[in-house]
């Protein structure tokens, strides 16, 4: 038997597109049933079967969601369990009654997942924003290992805004990493298509050591382990990063060098406020653990 539920889109569930409009109103589905529903023709919009997951919604459309088999097979796996705030000290880089930005540590996960039972960094948020009197809208990633600037609206309009900001490239986006290896050219642009997608990144050499080079990079698109796949596929993956890098060369770096993640740190973010139009610029100075690795570099 079929089912079928109909959602009204109102000002708190205006996220654009229908893609994100049905991730944050199908909390218990998994993101492959979700683009499967709308795959397979499962989703209409004002009695209208939308298939493209960035079909724009706006607010009093009417969603409708059919389906039929069993439910369990869309949901999330029960051991994902939903975010409960927490409170966790943050190092604020920039805060007002639109923005907050931190410098996030490395080794904590954003979201609550399969496998991720530990507080994570929006339950962090969730439970300063309880605190404050806001509700946080995440805008963007960072990796687990990763560490920096992180920039989180306090209302879903801002939220709006900056996203269309990063989607546009209004906002300048800058990582330091260590990369095995020496490039051979100081400055490069790095262009590719993957899966029919462009991924676009500027990297220049900042400093080179024996047999690793630290790498300012200026990020133009944004897609998941970008830096980490892109300094892979010209031969100089970053150091400590086992997916796409060479486990041999960490094992020995972490040896002697006390390396414990990936060396990648997003250093610099710059834009335009999306409220009042002021240019914003933070900057994340190396953590600890990446100042003692370079430290170590330098005195071997």
Do not use: W
């Amino acid at each position: 038997m079929p089912q079928r539920t109909v959602y009204i889109v109102d000002e708190n569930s205006n996220y654009n597109r229908i893609d994100k409009f049905l991730r944050h109103t199908l909390k218990d589905f998994k993101l492959s049933s979700i683009y499967k529903l709308l795959r397979t023709g499962c989703v209409r919009v004002n009695g209208k079967k939308i298939k493209n997951p960035a079909h724009k919604i706006e607010i009093g459309d009417r969603v409708t969601v059919e389906y039929s088999g069993k439910i369990e097979y869309l949901l999330r796996l029960k051991e994902s369990r939903k975010p409960v705030p927490y409170n966790i000290p943050f190092n604020i880089l920039y805060e007002d009654d639109d923005l907050l930005i931190i410098d996030k540590p490395p080794g904590i996960s954003m979201h609550p997942g399969k496998g991720i039972q530990i507080i994570t960094l929006m339950e962090g948020l969730m439970g300063y924003g309880e605190r404050k009197g806001f509700k946080p809208f995440l805008v963007h990633r960072l990796d687990k290992h990763t560490s920096g600037v992180l920039i989180v609206a306090k209302k879903l309009d801002n939220a709006r805004k900056l996203t269309t900001l990063f989607r546009e490239r209004k906002i300048d986006k800058y990582y330091l990493t260590l990369v095995k290896g020496k490039p051979s050219k100081r400055k490069e642009h790095l262009k590719q298509q993957v899966n029919g997608v462009n991924e676009e990144l500027y990297y220049e050499v900042h400093k080179t050591f024996g047999d690793s080079s630290l790498l300012m990079v200026k990020l133009m698109t944004g897609k998941k382990h970008q830096i980490r796949r892109q300094c892979a596929s010209i031969g100089h993956p970053v150091v400590g990063d086992d997916v796409y890098g060479d486990r041999n060369f960490n094992r020995k770096f972490k040896k002697d060098h006390g390396l414990r993640r990936y060396f990648l740190h997003c250093h610099k973010m710059s834009f335009k406020h999306p409220k009042t139009g002021e240019l914003i610029q933070v900057v994340s100075e190396l953590p600890d653990d990446l100042k003692r690795v370079l430290r170590s570099l330098e005195s071997s």
